[in-house]
């Protein structure tokens, strides 16, 4: 079974420049989830997805984040523009539509606000 | 809304030796608690997980204990080898159909051969 694919690995832009940034969940898991991980903390979740609704957002700045998944499988977040806080690892997980909610997480992409 | 407090923040015990790390949680109605491994630079990989209906369970060299009184759980490992070495994170999640993960800050687990 392949696992959740999450590109770019690695970028670097300048603050107040913008970033997108995208996820491929495991086939056949409905839930999709991105988190913000910042250095040294456990993950902290930025949105929920159950299909393609949003199911949770209460800790997204929405003011400079937003994401989509609109046919219900892929999606992407983006920030514009960015701020130094910003910089963190940036994951995406998946859950089955069965169970109690398992996730399974994808590598993550490192983001450098410089 | 639901906290999570994971202790200790880093442990570092010889290769051979026993690992305990420990969570608690603020909501008692909590049901659901995974344990995620994360090594350097890599994903966090679900290890084992424990529903509010069972007391303890194992695989392998490690185990999961809940206290649902207590309102704590706690993750031990037997037999520690340098590949244990890594961050380790607890999560709780309450049971609705969102599934949303609150995590513990990290245990950093350092196994010395």
């Known amino acids: 079974e392949a696992g959740v694919a999450q590109s770019p690995r690695y970028k670097i832009i300048e603050k107040r420049q913008s970033v997108a940034f995208w996820c491929n969940p495991i086939?056949?898991?409905?839930?999709l989830y991105w988190y913000q991980q910042i250095l040294g903390q456990g993950p902290k979740l930025l949105i929920q997805f159950q299909n393609n609704g949003v199911v949770d957002d209460s800790q997204l700045p929405k003011d400079r984040f937003s994401a989509e998944r609109l046919k219900g499988v892929d999606s992407t977040l983006k920030i514009q523009p960015a701020k130094l806080e910003d910089s963190a690892v940036y994951l995406c997980a998946s859950s089955p539509p069965t169970g109690w909610g398992e996730q399974y997480f994808g590598p993550g992409t490192r983001l450098t606000v410089t | 809304g639901e906290n999570v407090e994971q202790h200790p923040s880093t442990l570092s015990v010889q290769e051979g030796d026993s690992a305990v790390i420990k969570c608690t949680y603020s909501?008692?109605?909590?049901?659901?608690f995974p344990w995620y491994k994360q090594e350097l630079g890599k994903r966090p990989q679900l290890i084992i997980d424990?529903?509010?209906?069972?007391g303890e369970k194992k695989d392998q060299r490690i185990a999961v204990t809940l206290n649902k009184t207590a309102k704590h759980f706690s993750l031990h490992i037997t037999e520690t080898q340098p590949e244990d070495s890594a961050v380790y994170f607890c999560?709780?999640?309450?049971?609705?159909?969102?599934?949303?993960?609150?995590f513990g800050q990290g245990t950093t687990l350092q196994v010395k051969p």
């Open positions: 999560a709780a999640s309450l049971p609705s159909n969102t599934g949303k993960l609150i």
């Open positions: 086939s056949g898991h409905a839930t």
């Open positions: 909501d008692s109605a909590s049901n659901y």
């Open positions: 424990i529903r509010s209906n069972v």
